[in-house]
């Protein structure tokens, strides 16, 4: 872990916030309106009720009230109202630290054999209720993996890295580069999330256009469970059955604990270079992208920010006036009344990286792109890992705020942009609050790329989460009506379980949970995350089957009937 102290009830580091500027508070205001500022209780009036016994676990145990409430919550939005009002459904009864491999399944051992639950941590950034404790009859163990951390092996050759799945992201990258090596993977949680989190929820970071899901960058898997260590040992390509190690990246924990991972690495770009350039609209910048990634421009980096989240984002940036007067005059031209800000970043020799611009260039400017420069690339690259501070300012100043992701094939993406905005503004309607939606598209492929939204609406006293969980619940609607996956790369979580039989059909629920019962027969494992069935706060209280009637035709092996 980081030597620096982490915030107990809010994102990030505790020395860390974020200002917002005057003309975003302005913004907010016009489309929202006022909201309740909702305040912060202080660590001392939240009363933790008594451990219950967990007997001998076979690792490190600590009972301290204040490790007990730091392992409580992720960073959903529930989880954070609940952090800051004291209102924290359930504390784990202990948290257990093993230091092997070995302590894990002894761990998991005892923990079966007492009737106790496990709860699977690594760096603790779910934002989809993976690492939220719900109260249970039974006592609960959180099991955090900050002691399984580091290099554990290298092989240069064939360009691959062991490392233990409590590493966390700066530690990643911090032990290859002396050895010329990077991993590349930078989620936006990338200084508190942990390789095993980014395995076992399939994460994507913000080089993924270029350097590929975590799924991709897996090469072998250890994985303890009750029967001992499963080892998926590091190949290129094998035709020796199913790929087991697919089934365990993005099992959440309900299949074993991955204790390793052997990752694929990449030497460290001799250059970086990136650009924000101004698309007219949204269509033309969506079919910009298509067409980059479908010719195969080398890119690394691609983010095309829809009109509204162009607007809020120059509301953030602190320009000179001069600047912000051009910038202003720019988005008053008829070309770009509905601009669109396309971030464009790319790696490799100079040669590589001016060969990748130029080709990239041709096919923004024969859609109507205009270069802005490279502050806006800068900016990006210095900045990226601070926005999730807005989170916290925005609570304290009367307005909430949340993301959602999905993707789908460049056929159904603009049925899907539109019918979650439409199915946002209109739950927001019936239920008498203002909200603004943003969108970006990133994470491209040939066949498609995912959008992430992010909505903001005025907090009402005491129905902060009553109202979030109308609006989410209404996105997760219109996303998969519109065709979109469940979620892209943030995980099922409890948050999603109850949708998830909506995409992988019910069958294929079945051997999910099948698997599930041969690693984890006693049902220890991460009550309710990925396979349902365990109430948990900031989750739908019904089952819910969401999907819409849709009148397209579905391949065969898509979406399956009830
Ligand atoms: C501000 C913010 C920004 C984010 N940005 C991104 C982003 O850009 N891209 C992205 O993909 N996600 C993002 N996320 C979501 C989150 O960071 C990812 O899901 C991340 O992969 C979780 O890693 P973690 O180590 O924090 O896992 P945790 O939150 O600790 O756990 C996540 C899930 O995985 C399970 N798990 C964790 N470790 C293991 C293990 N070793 N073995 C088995 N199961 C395990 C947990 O039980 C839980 O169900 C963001 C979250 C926040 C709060």
Redesign the pocket.
């Known amino acids: 872990m980081t030597g620096r102290t982490r915030r107990w009830n809010g994102?990030?580091f505790a020395d860390v916030s974020f200002t917002l500027p005057d003309a975003a508070r302005t913004w907010l205001l016009r489309r929202l309106g006022d909201g309740g500022a909702m305040a912060a209780v202080s660590e001392a009036e939240i009363a933790l009720p008594d451990a219950r016994p967990v007997g001998d676990l076979g690792a490190a145990v600590s009972s301290d009230p204040s490790r007990r409430l730091r392992h409580a919550c992720?960073?959903?939005f529930p989880d954070l109202v609940a952090l800051r009002t004291g209102t924290v459904a359930a504390f784990p009864d202990a948290v257990a630290f093993p230091e092997t491999a070995g302590e894990v399944v002894a761990v998991l051992r005892a923990a079966a054999a007492a009737d106790v639950r496990v709860?699977?941590?690594?760096?603790?950034?779910?934002?989809?209720g993976?690492?939220t404790v719900a109260p249970d009859d039974r006592p609960v163990v959180v099991l955090s993996?900050d002691r399984?951390s580091g290099l554990t092996s290298l092989d240069p050759v064939s360009r691959l890295a062991g490392f233990g799945?409590?590493t966390?992201g700066p530690a990643v990258e911090a032990a290859l580069a002396p050895h010329g090596l990077r991993l590349g993977h930078?989620?936006?949680?990338?200084e508190?999330?942990?390789?095993?989190?980014?395995?076992?929820?399939?994460?994507?970071?913000?080089r993924s256009t270029g350097i590929g899901?975590?799924d991709e960058l897996v090469a072998g898997l250890e994985?303890a469970t009750v029967d001992g260590l499963w080892r998926l040992p590091a190949l290129p390509a094998s035709a020796a059955g199913p790929e087991l190690r697919r089934l365990v990246v993005g099992?959440?924990?309900?299949?074993?604990?991955?204790?390793e991972a052997t990752l694929r690495v990449r030497p460290l770009p001799m250059h970086e270079d990136g650009v924000v350039v101004l698309m007219p609209g949204w269509e033309t910048g969506v079919t910009a992208c298509r067409e980059l990634v479908q010719a195969g421009v080398a890119i690394e980096v691609l983010r095309l920010s829809d009109p509204t989240e162009t607007s809020f984002a120059q509301t953030l940036i602190h320009m000179s006036p001069v600047a912000a007067r051009v910038s202003g005059l720019l988005f008053r031209t008829k070309r770009f009344r509905e601009g669109c800000a396309l971030l464009l970043g790319w790696t490799g020799t100079p040669a590589e990286v001016r060969s990748a611009r130029l080709a990239t260039a041709e096919i923004w400017r024969a859609h109507g792109g205009l270069a802005v420069g490279r502050g806006g690339w800068r900016r990006w690259r210095s900045d990226r890992f601070h926005?999730?501070y807005l989170?916290d300012t925005l609570l304290g100043q009367g307005w909430g705020v949340d993301?959602f992701e999905t993707a789908a094939t460049w056929s159904d993406l603009p049925a899907l942009h539109a019918g979650v905005r439409a199915a946002l503004d209109e739950a927001g309607r019936s239920a008498g609050l203002g909200v603004a939606v943003l969108c970006h598209l990133s994470h491209a492929y040939t066949d498609g790329a995912s959008h992430y939204f992010t909505f903001f609406w005025p907090l009402r006293a005491g129905r902060a989460v009553a109202d979030w969980r109308v609006l989410k619940e209404a996105a997760t609607r219109g996303l998969l009506a519109a065709g979109g996956t469940l979620t892209h790369?943030?995980?099922v979580?409890t948050m999603h379980a109850p949708y998830l039989a909506d995409e992988i059909g019910p069958h294929g629920l079945r051997v999910l949970r099948a698997v599930a019962g041969v690693s984890d027969p006693a049902g220890t494992?991460?009550p309710g995350?990925?396979l349902g069935g365990h109430a948990m706060p900031g989750a739908p209280a019904e089952p819910v089957s969401p999907r819409t009637p849709d009148p397209r035709p579905r391949t065969p092996g898509g979406r399956e009937g009830d």
Request: charged share 10%.
């Open positions: 994102w990030g992720g960073a959903s709860v699977v941590r690594g760096g603790g950034t779910s934002v989809v993976g690492v993996l399984l799945a409590g966390l930078e989620p936006q949680s990338f508190l999330s942990s390789v095993g989190g980014w395995v076992a929820t399939r994460s994507a970071g913000q899901k975590i994985v099992s959440e924990g309900r299949f074993g604990v991955i204790t926005h999730p989170r993301t790369h943030h995980g979580g494992l991460n995350v990925l």
